[in-house]
């Protein structure tokens, strides 16, 4: 059926690309791959389907986002194994996925149909005033492999809400699932060039897309790094630049936080797809009175945790990471940080496979280590200490990244002292799971700009247009 849609067609130009489920190395299937010329004619098409795109009612368009959305649910059965065996998820995130994408279809529908512009009081008997919102143009959506299909989810929908026509990339390494959600989206009636789709090397499918004259906006997830390059290539065309790039998140526990709940939070924030989440709780700060009982009933829910593919039946806790090189990543940051003096609470696993990373809880790791700096992007994290909410909140806002951050407490009035004072974009209270479609999602420093998700992310997309009317 073809990997590449170009122009309403499905095709495998260039060359082919096998995808492997990093549980065992086994091929679940493979991508055409192209390059320069394949972006280039994709970014063609969605210049050329733009203008009729634009004016299409937004009824009709809202029509066809729900007919996907009604897709993807049906197909989530079948697509989300395949989500689950290339990105090496547990059977039931897959799946979820794939259900949670659908959402974002549905409210950017529903979204579609309000009103979009304003009427200003005038100042003069024979003026009027008005603001109207158009779309902004083609987007470049690019996306990266630990949620595939959700994270372009939340870029497509508000933007093919808007009006936009859209050029997408997915990672190379789980290209499957998210193929197969835009082949939901073009069952569901979408026009020839709305939305295009191209599998590449990353900076070469990048740069062509942002070369292109059409392309307006260009939406991005992924490290801050990357983020950065994307930002200066976006400038040279005053593209404008979405970007949803690291986090740091840090998980405090105050005294008076409910430890049970507090644990079962921090299992979910710390260990949701093995712990490759840019929302996921990175370091957790817990109060000197009740650090060491929170720390052991850490412990030993992570000592219980099963290991293991995540397809296989009975479902285990936790699945392998997306490849070797980040299981290496996440030993050496544990590995560093105990031969510097850190402890680790937790027992020792027997790895089922190379790309399998030990779930892992430290303590008494130093502050200059990177366990406690970097974004750790696996099962492993430090719990660390603080006496006063002005010590918490120094702790959790010493990094230059400001994506999500959590805190369980009982007290109402802290609730808001703390909430206001994060700098981070996304506040979960005595709440692990704060992804929805109808809130804004992003960050702030060095964690992004723009906002996706709700009323905010369909403006993203959209450009104001100021209309002043002689009477």
Excluded at 71 to 76: E, S, T, V
Excluded at 260 to 265: F, L, M, N, T, Y
């Amino acid at each position: 059926m073809g990997t590449t849609l170009i122009n309403g067609q499905w095709s495998d130009p260039g060359g082919h690309r096998d995808v492997r489920n990093p549980a065992d190395g086994s091929v679940v299937g493979w991508v055409g791959y192209g390059g320069r010329a394949e972006a280039t004619a994709a970014a063609d098409a969605a210049a050329a389907a733009f203008p009729a795109w634009a004016d299409t009612p937004a009824r009709a368009r809202a029509d066809i986002l729900s007919r996907a959305a009604d897709l993807i649910r049906d197909r989530a059965e079948q697509i989300g194994p395949l989500l689950a065996k290339e990105a090496g998820k547990r059977l039931p995130e897959g799946i979820g996925e794939l259900k949670f994408s659908a959402e974002y279809f549905q409210w950017f529908a529903e979204e579609a149909r309000r009103p979009a512009g304003s009427v200003h009081p005038n100042e003069a008997g024979d003026r009027r005033h008005l603001s109207i919102r158009r779309p902004a143009g083609v987007v470049a959506s690019l996306t990266p492999w630990n949620f595939p299909c959700s994270i372009q989810a939340r870029k497509l929908a508000p933007a093919l809400a808007a009006g936009c026509t859209v050029v997408a990339r997915v990672s190379d390494k789980a290209p499957l699932a998210a193929t197969e959600m835009i082949r939901c989206l073009q069952d569901a009636g979408l026009p020839p060039g709305v939305l295009n789709l191209v599998h590449g090397p990353a900076a070469e499918v990048t740069d062509a897309y942002l070369a292109h004259p059409a392309v307006r906006v260009v939406s991005f997830t992924g490290s801050t790094e990357v983020g950065r390059s994307i930002m200066a290539k976006a400038s040279e065309r005053v593209v404008r630049p979405l970007l949803e790039l690291g986090g740091n998140a840090p998980f405090i526990v105050f005294e008076d936080a409910d430890l049970d709940a507090a644990v079962e939070g921090a299992m979910l924030a710390k260990f949701r797809n093995t712990g490759q989440s840019c929302i996921g709780a990175n370091r957790f700060l817990v109060h000197a009175d009740v650090q060491q009982e929170f720390a052991g009933k850490l412990a030993a829910a992570v000592n219980a945790m099963s290991l293991g593919d995540g397809t296989a039946d009975p479902v285990p806790d936790l699945g392998p990471c997306i490849d070797e090189a980040r299981v290496r990543a996440v030993r050496s940051l544990v590995d560093e940080a105990l031969a510097a003096g850190a402890k680790k609470i937790t027992k020792d696993f027997a790895l089922p496979g190379a790309a399998f990373a030990e779930p892992a809880i430290l303590v008494d790791v130093p502050a200059h280590a990177g366990l406690a700096r970097e974004e750790v992007f696996g099962p492993a994290a430090g719990i660390f200490s603080f006496r006063t909410e002005a010590e918490a909140l120094a702790l959790a806002n010493s990094t230059e990244m400001g994506l999500a951050a959590y805190f369980y407490t009982r007290d109402q009035s802290r609730v808001w002292r703390i909430a206001e004072h994060l700098d981070n974009g996304i506040v979960g209270i005595n709440n692990a799971l704060p992804s929805v479609a109808f809130a804004p999602m992003g960050g702030t420093k060095q964690s992004g700009l723009g906002r996706e998700g709700a009323a905010a992310g369909l403006e993203e997309f959209e450009e104001v247009r100021y209309l002043a009317l002689g009477v």
